[in-house]
């Protein structure tokens, strides 16, 4: 098991540029989570997927945030227009749900991203 | 407002040391509550949670928690610390009325000195 997988690893963007991040979740899972952390705001939830439908996007910037779960093999998290203030790790979990609840997350190492 | 709390930034103990790494919450209904730990550069791995019974749950690496109601807190517990668990913590709560996502506390960073 290779654990959730994310790509890149690094990303440096100009402003105004989009960015792409990948996740592949672990196989079997059926909720796909976003987080991002920085050292001003720490882990902030950003959107979630369960069975590749959109559940909460409720921490999404709404403007040039979007989140895709096209098929249970991956997810993508895109950001257009990516300004300073995006600069962060993207962090993306996936959970089998168990006991009833998405409280066993499984994540990735995450994405760091840099906005020039 | 739903919050977690972890009120050390930072805590500094001995290998072999017994550690407590705290952490309240602040809310309403049922909840879920984790612990996370994230090694430098790397992702989080999820340690244990508590959402209801025995209010003492085991972890991997020899971690336990304690859920208290009265308290608000569900703190996360070491007997013995090894150099290895030198790392960020992190303190989680996911309401029942919104299953899935996690509100974090800001992490405490345990130095454990060799």
């Known amino acids: 098991n290779a654990g959730v997988i994310q790509t890149p690893r690094h990303k440096v963007t100009g402003k105004g540029q989009e960015a792409t991040l990948w996740c592949e979740p672990i196989s079997g899972h059926s909720a796909v989570f976003w987080y991002r952390q920085t050292i001003v705001q720490g882990l902030e939830f950003l959107t979630y997927f369960r069975n590749q439908a959109p559940i909460d996007d409720s921490g999404m910037p709404k403007e040039r945030f979007s989140a895709q779960m096209p098929n249970q093999s991956h997810s993508t998290l895109k950001i257009q227009s990516t300004q300073p203030q995006d600069s962060a790790v993207y962090l993306c979990a996936s959970s089998p749900r168990t006991g009833g609840n998405y409280a066993e997350q499984f994540f990735g190492p995450g994405t760091r991203l840099t906005v020039l | 407002t739903q919050t977690v709390s972890q009120s050390d930034a930072h805590v500094t103990v001995f290998e072999g040391d017994s550690v407590e790494l705290r952490c309240n919450y602040s809310y309403g209904g049922s909840i879920y509550l984790s612990w996370y730990i994230q090694h430098h550069g790397r992702g989080l791995q999820f340690l244990l949670k508590?959402?209801?019974?025995?209010?003492v749950v085991q972890g991997v690496n020899g971690f336990e928690a304690e859920f208290s109601k009265s308290d608000s807190s569900f703190h996360l517990r070491k007997a013995s610390v090894h150099w290895s668990d030198s790392a960020v913590y992190f303190c989680?709560?996911?309401?029942?009325?919104?299953?899935?996502?996690?509100?974090f506390g800001a992490g405490t960073q345990l130095i454990v000195i060799p």
């Open positions: 508590y959402y209801s019974g025995n209010p």
């Open positions: 989680a709560a996911s309401p029942g009325s919104a299953l899935g996502r996690l509100h």
